[in-house]
């Protein structure tokens, strides 16, 4: 039985986020799956490294919480709007908080290389965007898949990564909106 972690990045529990995180966790639990899931605005936590790496903040008891259950993962599911060409704040601190020296990764000594420390993983990362997802990629260059991908999951030795958007969302019809989250189930019943 695959250990999936869903974990929901969207501030707002009336999002199409949420929607297609059902979706997902839907099909996830119809194939089998042993599904937990984190929705990141409903955690009791500063958002804010307040010291950068300088100084060690406590994580509280939600962010220990939602660590055990990235721990416990064998692939993780994010769930998030592209806003700015990023992650929603919110997911940025989650990030910032957890993904630290020593938990996520650790400097190798007299290196300028990397000891990833959550290999064994895999991910598949869904985002929503209001342009469509060719465009993200040709003119764009796709900044928040590559920052969430290369530069977070895969620098901590989650791999492989997938990419799903479900782009063009202020132009969707509530058909079109239908078909995503048909789309999304899918990949959850895959288990990918």
Not at 25 to 35: I, K, P, Q, S
Not at 86 to 110: C, N, Q, W, Y
Request: glycine share 8%; proline share 5%.
């Amino acid at each position: 039985m695959k250990r999936i972690l869903l974990i929901n990045g969207h501030p707002d529990p009336e999002s199409f986020c949420q929607g297609l995180a059902r979706a997902y966790e839907d099909g996830a639990v119809t194939a089998g799956a042993d599904l937990k899931t984190i929705r990141i605005a409903d955690l009791q936590f500063n958002p804010n490294l307040q010291f950068g790496y300088r100084q060690r903040m406590t994580l509280e008891p939600d962010l220990l919480d939602a660590w055990e259950k990235i721990q416990w993962a064998q692939h993780l599911v994010w769930v998030f709007p592209v806003w700015w060409g990023s992650v929603p704040a919110i997911t940025k601190g989650f990030l910032d908080r957890l993904f630290l020296p020593g938990m996520a990764f650790s400097k190798k000594e007299h290196s300028v290389w990397y000891n990833k420390l959550l290999k064994g993983r895999s991910a598949r990362i869904i985002t929503t965007m209001d342009q469509p997802g060719w465009w993200c990629l040709l003119v764009n260059r796709r900044p928040s898949h590559w920052a969430m991908k290369k530069l977070t999951l895969n620098f901590c030795g989650i791999s492989p990564v997938k990419t799903t958007i479900v782009g063009n969302l202020n132009r969707t019809t509530e058909k079109d909106r239908l078909r995503s989250l048909e789309k999304i189930r899918q990949l959850g019943i895959k288990l990918g």
